[in-house]
T-cell receptor, first 111, second 115 residues
């Protein structure tokens, strides 16, 4: 099956720092999705990417669809305490609407 | 407001007991999904359904069953055959009318524990 590697597994940062996380796949994806999950809640969609090379922002969040179509990254600028949570990437290949999820990056922001 | 509602929020199961988790959506989405989430792991697909009265096994369907009698509802039964049911269960839905790139939207989950 498809393999999706998400890194880092966890991050402990100071408020105000920038954050970067990424996902790499063993196969080509047509769609990359980034979700955030807060404790005890379901994941919430942050950014959806549909074209290779696409760079999309949502407030302080920026995500890019890699040119090779096998990777994507998410950046968070000037982190704040409410950024705490688990960030998941997910990718979908052509002809399948079932996404493959990464294992998540746990982000902790110290005030 | 439109959304996905999962109930109950917390559920306890006794040995040998079947329990059913509810998932309802009013987004008029065609496809619905059930995932299991364990600490430190990603989301693992249990079952999914593209249309009413049809559903498919995901990666970890053993010990679970589903039904899709209505478009809005996709209940998951955790049977006594599931020997390690303690987990956080997430229901999701998405539009699926030839628009294969529509993202999934998730409910707030049900946490199932063994008594």
């Amino acid at each position: 099956g498809q393999q999706l590697n998400q890194s880092p597994q966890s991050m402990f940062i100071q408020e105000g720092e920038d954050v970067s996380m990424n996902c790499t796949s063993s196969s080509i994806f047509n769609t990359w999705l980034w979700y955030k999950q807060e404790p005890g809640e379901g994941p919430v969609l942050l950014i959806a990417l549909y074209k290779a090379g696409e760079l999309t922002s949502n407030g302080r969040l920026t995500a890019q669809f890699g040119i090779t179509r096998k990777d994507s990254f998410l950046n968070i600028s000037a982190s704040i305490p409410s950024d705490v949570g688990i960030y998941f990437c997910a990718g979908r290949s052509g002809g399948s609407y079932i996404p493959t999820f990464g294992r998540g990056t746990s982000l902790i922001v110290h005030p | 407001d439109g959304g996905i509602t999962q109930s109950p929020k917390y559920l306890f199961r006794k040995e040998g007991q079947n329990v059913t988790l509810s998932c309802e959506q009013n987004l008029n989405h065609d496809a619905m999904y059930w995932y299991r989430q364990d600490p430190g792991q990603g989301l693992r697909l249990i079952y999914y359904s593209q249309i009413v009265n049809d559903f498919q096994k995901g990666d970890i369907a053993e010990g679970y069953s589903v039904s899709r009698e209505k478009k809005e509802s996709f209940p998951l039964t955790v049977t006594s055959a599931q020997k390690n049911p303690t987990a956080f269960y997430l229901c999701a839905s998405s539009i699926d009318r030839g628009l294969v790139n529509q993202p999934q939207h998730f409910g707030d989950g049900t946490r199932l524990s063994i008594l």
